[in-house]
Each structure stands twice: as C-alpha cells, then as structure tokens.
C-alpha cells in the first residue's frame, strides 16, 4: 500500500486559508492544516474496476432543467414528499473534501475557493449556528436518524496529481475509491467524499461555456462507487460556469459552491446510495431533498465560519404543518400578514397602502401581490403599496409575504377604483368645461357654471384628462398663451398632464393649466401660461362618483 505523501503542508495550508492575493474570501476560523497527497498510483490502480452506481441529485444548471415538476400521483409537484425506500441514510455525516489538481495550492482565484469551501463544510453541524443541516435529521431508516453534534468535516486533502480533462463518472469513482483506501476510511456508509476538481477540468456533462463544447447541462451530482460502496460528490469548479451555477446570486462569487454542494450534501445524507433512501419517484426533478427546491428562494446561513449562500431543502414535516414544503431552517416558523381591509382609491389619484406583517422568528420578509388595480405594485422589501391607478372596477388581490425559512403567510382583499368621473373645479369657483358639450375636434375648452353636465364630467386616468371621450389638449404643443382644446385622445405629450400637491395641472413642456386673467365669465376659453402658483391655476381632481 502507498504511503501517505505530506508535501509543504505548512505552506500550502497557510496558502489556502489566507486571503488568496486580490480575492475577498472570508477567513476560515479554526480550520485544519490541508494535507497535500498525490493519488495518481492508487487512482491508475483502482481505474480498472472502478464503477459509479446510480448518479443522483444532478443540479441542473440554471435554465438547462429538461423537464419541470409534474404533477405526482395525488399532488402537485414539488409539494409531493419525500418517500423513504427502504436504504439507509447517514446518522453520523463525516465530510472529507478532496481538492483534485495542483492547481489549488499555486493559483490565487482556486485557493479562495477552497478557502470558501472548507469554511462552509466545516461550519455545517456545528449548532445553533447550522439550522440548516438539521433539516435532515427528520429522515431516517430502521436503525436511527441523522444527528449533529460538531463539525461536519473530517479535512481537507489536496490530491496533487491531474484530473483527467472531461473526467468521466468511472473516473471519478476511481479518485472517491483511491483516496478513501489511502487514508484509510473504515465507516464509509456515514462518509461522503466531496471531489472538488481544478478549474479547467470539464467533468463530463458539467455545464459551463468553455466546457463540453458549450452543450454542457449540469452543476453537480453525487453517486456511490459500486465497488467499494463510497458516497462521493462530483463537485466541478463551478466558477468556471458563472452565473450558471450561482456565482453571485446572493453574496458573492462562491455562492455556487455552497448552494451546489451543499444541495449534494444533504441528499448524500438522506439518500448516500442512491436512489435506496429518500426520494420521490414522482418528481422529474430529480426527486430528493435538495432537488425539489433547487434554485428556490436562496439565501445567506450564518455559520460560526462565516456567512455563506445556501439553497432550501424539502421537509416534509414543514409541509404537513405550514403547506410549506421547501425551507432553508429546521427551526418552526409562521408568518402573520395584517388585513387591511377593502379598499377605494379614485383613477388618476396617486395612492399609497403599507402592508404589515411579523415572522415568528424575526426573519427579513419579503412582499408579493396578485390581483392589483392596473397602476400600483408593491415594494419587494418594504411591503409598501403605491401608485396611480388607472381604469375602474374591483379587483380581488392578495397580498403574500415570505420570510427566509420560506414561510409564508397572505391576506386578501378587494380594491375598488372609481372612475374619478366629476367636476374640475378653480379656486375661483367656476368648473372647467367643454364648450356646448361638442364632441368635435378643436371646441374649445372653457370655464363655466358648475352645472353637473356631461360637458363637465371630467377623468383623470394615466395623466390625460378626459371628457366626453376625447382629451384636453395642447395644440400644437405651444407656448404661454396657447388656447387649449377638446380633441382625439392619442397618447401624444401635448395631452399629459401632471396634477401636483398644490393643485396645478403642469403640462408635458412644464406650463399650467390656466383661467385666463383669473376671469370669472362662462365661456372663457382655458389656456397655458407660467406656473405661478396663483389662483387662477389650482384646479381640483375631479369629484370621485362610482
């Protein structure tokens, strides 16, 4: 049998754990030394025989999922569970990490790398920081569940030999097989050996655009040697992929190590020799507790290593109590939203409504609404409701929050919006009005008696001001002086009109509604001047009827 070789490890540790030069990666506390190892003759001597079983867990890189979720045999994916059959899983998780290539050690972006990597599996187990791990411990077999009492992982190793480019399943079996015999694993049914390979490599099939001829679809997938009966993960270097396998989608550049490896991490756990343990033979997304929530909701775990990304896993208990299935915390949950009652806003009137709402463990949430009036959202962050709705009618909304454990909670309700329809009136007690209610193109508009007619039933809807189904318009978007008239509303700037806090009606081209020398006398055509702010330019909305 070889012997282990321990080349620099000194070095090559402080090397790794150390701020790589130019890479921000988080400083891992407490870690172990890496052992550097050269496997290439056990690796050649173990390729022969070397079988991977069943690959399971495959992350699909984002947009290259083949076949969504279907619905299962009485519900709708992904919210069918887990089912156990019959296998074991793992109640003691030992994670041994496996740098594959010499270029971990001598290249400043993969050091960082592994850096990041080491701090996230070594953070994993340690309570009460990891919520997240125990997620698993509600699936077991016939002789216990998983518990965690401390760290995760055992070491990390740095192989310093070459990867084969485009490394095979069998290949990769070989290396799980090589370095469990070399360093002597004996409890290999609670190990999982997480093969990290050096950038460039190019797993067979791993998606990234320099790889596989582009036509690559995966991030990572986990599997057990045949032969010797080993749980490992192939787990490529997914910055080669970019966002494709979740480089800075929360935090920073390493987010798909974590989100990726540990989704293998916790189906390793719950299903170690695939597909015996627990999965859904119903859902075409792969079935297991990782793959049911892959790319879901993603969020930050806070370990005593650092803060780092990770994807929710499926709980079937969580699904029973809340219709929650897929969480990023073991702890219990609820989240309340506030009703806040029906609501009427007017069309064309500017309208704000904040939503409230508490997570029982004081978690961030964050907002979403179906059903708003045309005109108004809602603020992802904050839950406020705001802008000016268009149109009129009731609409039937919900409103949901969410917190980071991917609880949830809503409240429903129904939004009016009148027309706005009614009279425009001046500070000087005249409404503004279309001349002889005319529906012709150029009648003027004028100033007149408030008197209830159809010619001064006005809306304000997506800044045009209407009446007698035509507009207020600008002709020829002119200057101070130009005399306004009624014609065919056609979206153009010389018929938009902002209503400000003060009463004014400002024109695309800044100039305001006006009543000409602040005059009093029926028929008085309307025109444009200066906004001054005077009296003779404060006009009302229109008066709201149903």
Same mark, same amino acid.
């Given at each position: 049998?070889?012997?282990?070789?321990?080349?620099?490890?000194?070095?090559?540790?402080? %090397?790794?754990?150390?701020?790589?030069?130019?890479?921000?990666?988080?400083?891992?506390?407490?870690?172990?030394?890496?052992?550097?190892?050269?496997?290439?003759?056990?690796?050649?001597?173990?390729?022969?025989?070397?079988?991977?079983?069943?690959?399971?867990?495959?992350?699909?890189?984002?947009?290259?999922?083949? #076949?969504?979720?279907?619905?299962?045999?009485?519900?709708?994916?992904?919210?069918?569970?887990?089912? /156990?059959?019959?296998?074991?899983?793992?109640?003691?998780?030992?994670?041994?990490?496996?740098?594959?290539?010499?270029?971990?050690?001598?290249?400043?972006?993969?050091? &960082?790398?592994?850096?990041?990597?080491?701090?996230?599996?070594?953070?994993?187990?340690?309570?009460?920081?990891?919520?997240?791990?125990?997620?698993?411990?509600?699936?077991?077999?016939?002789?216990?569940?998983?518990?965690?009492?401390?760290?995760?992982?055992?070491?990390?190793?740095?192989?310093?030999?070459?990867?084969?480019?485009?490394?095979?399943?069998?290949?990769?079996?070989?290396?799980?097989?090589?370095? #469990?015999?070399?360093?002597?694993?004996?409890?290999?049914?609670?190990?999982?050996i997480v093969i990290a390979t050096q950038s460039g490599t190019c797993p067979?099939?791993? /998606?990234?655009?320099?790889?596989?001829?582009?036509?690559?679809?995966?991030?990572?997938?986990? &599997?057990?040697?045949?032969?010797?009966?080993?749980?490992?993960?192939?787990?490529?270097?997914?910055?080669?992929?970019?966002?494709?396998?979740?480089?800075?989608?929360?935090?920073?550049?390493?987010?798909?190590?974590?989100?990726?490896?540990?989704?293998?991490?916790?189906?390793?756990?719950?299903?170690?020799?695939?597909?015996?343990?627990?999965?859904?033979?119903?859902?075409?997304?792969?079935?297991?507790?990782?793959?049911? %929530?892959?790319?879901?909701?993603?969020?930050?775990?806070?370990?005593?290593?650092?803060?780092?990304?990770?994807?929710?896993?499926?709980?079937?208990?969580?699904?029973?109590?809340?219709?929650?299935?897929?969480?990023?915390?073991?702890?219990?949950?609820?989240?309340?939203?506030?009703?806040?009652?029906?609501?009427?806003?007017?069309?064309?009137?500017?309208?704000?409504?904040?939503?409230?709402?508490?997570?029982?463990?004081?978690?961030?949430?964050?907002?979403?609404?179906?059903?708003?009036?045309?005109?108004?959202?809602?603020?992802?962050?904050?839950?406020?409701i705001s802008g000016t709705p268009t149109g009129n009618g009731t609409s039937?909304?919900?409103?949901?929050?969410?917190?980071?454990?991917?609880?949830?909670?809503? #409240?429903?309700?129904?939004?009016?919006?009148?027309?706005?329809?009614?009279?425009?009136?001046?500070?000087?007690?005249?409404?503004?009005?279309?001349?002889?209610?005319?529906?012709?193109?150029?009648?003027?508009?004028?100033?007149?008696?408030?008197?209830?007619?159809?010619?001064?039933?006005?809306?304000?809807?997506?800044?045009?001001?209407?009446?007698?189904?035509?507009?207020?318009?600008?002709?020829?978007?002119?200057?101070?002086?130009?005399?306004?008239?009624?014609?065919?509303?056609?979206?153009?700037?010389?018929?938009?009109?902002?209503?400000?806090?003060?009463?004014? /009606?400002?024109?695309?081209?800044?100039?305001?509604?006006?009543?000409?020398?602040?005059?009093?006398?029926?028929?008085?055509?309307?025109?444009?001047?200066?906004?001054?702010?005077?009296?003779?330019?404060?006009?009302?909305?229109?008066?709201?009827?149903?």
């Open positions: 049998m070889l012997k282990r070789v321990i080349v620099g490890a000194t070095a090559i540790a402080a %090397c790794l754990l150390g701020l790589a030069a130019g890479a921000q990666a988080q400083t891992v506390k407490n870690a172990p030394p890496i052992k550097v190892i050269n496997l290439h003759s056990a690796y050649e001597k173990a390729l022969p025989h070397a079988r991977a079983g069943k690959i399971a867990g495959i992350v699909y890189a984002r947009g290259k999922h083949p #076949a969504m979720h279907k619905l299962g045999p009485s519900c709708s994916e992904p919210n069918c569970p887990l089912v /156990y059959n019959g296998g074991s899983v793992q109640h003691n998780p030992q994670v041994y990490l496996l740098l594959w290539g010499p270029n971990w050690s001598s290249d400043a972006s993969q050091t &960082a790398s592994a850096n990041y990597m080491q701090g996230f599996y070594g953070g994993l187990g340690v309570g009460p920081d990891d919520d997240w791990s125990t997620i698993t411990s509600q699936y077991g077999d016939g002789s216990g569940f998983p518990t965690f009492t401390g760290s995760v992982l055992v070491g990390t190793w740095q192989d310093s030999s070459t990867p084969p480019t485009g490394v095979d399943q069998n290949q990769l079996s070989a290396e799980a097989e090589a370095f #469990a015999s070399f360093i002597g694993i004996t409890d290999l049914k609670n190990s999982q067979q099939g791993f /998606y990234a655009p320099g790889c596989n001829g582009g036509s690559g679809y995966y991030c990572a997938w986990h &599997a057990a040697s045949n032969n010797t009966n080993v749980p490992f993960t192939n787990l490529p270097y997914v910055l080669d992929s970019g966002s494709g396998c979740g480089e800075n989608l929360v935090q920073n550049q390493w987010d798909g190590f974590s989100i990726v490896g540990g989704h293998e991490y916790a189906e390793t756990i719950t299903d170690p020799f695939p597909v015996t343990g627990w999965w859904d033979s119903a859902d075409s997304s792969g079935g297991e507790i990782g793959d049911k %929530c892959a790319w879901m909701n993603l969020g930050v775990l806070a370990l005593s290593t650092g803060s780092y990304a990770v994807q929710p896993l499926y709980s079937n208990s969580a699904f029973t109590s809340t219709g929650t299935g897929c969480v990023r915390s073991s702890s219990a949950d609820t989240v309340t939203v506030t009703n806040p009652g029906n609501q009427t806003s007017t069309a064309g009137v500017f309208t704000k409504l904040q939503m409230m709402g508490n997570s029982s463990g004081g978690n961030t949430l964050s907002w979403s609404a179906t059903g708003l009036p045309a005109g108004l959202k809602i603020n992802a962050t904050s839950g406020r039937n909304v919900t409103v949901t929050a969410a917190d980071t454990t991917g609880a949830t909670g809503n #409240a429903s309700f129904t939004w009016a919006i009148n027309s706005g329809g009614g009279a425009i009136t001046s500070s000087l007690g005249k409404c503004l009005d279309d001349f002889k209610s005319s529906t012709l193109n150029h009648n003027k508009i004028d100033i007149y008696t408030c008197n209830g007619s159809a010619a001064q039933q006005w809306t304000y809807a997506g800044n045009t001001l209407k009446v007698v189904g035509k507009c207020l318009d600008d002709p020829r978007y002119g200057g101070a002086g130009t005399a306004l008239i009624l014609y065919s509303c056609n979206g153009g700037a010389n018929q938009m009109w902002t209503h400000m806090t003060d009463g004014e /009606y400002v024109g695309d081209h800044g100039l305001c509604l006006t009543d000409p020398g602040s005059s009093t006398t029926n028929g008085t055509q309307v025109t444009l001047d200066v906004c001054t702010g005077a009296a003779n330019q404060i006009w009302s909305l229109p008066t709201a009827r149903p």
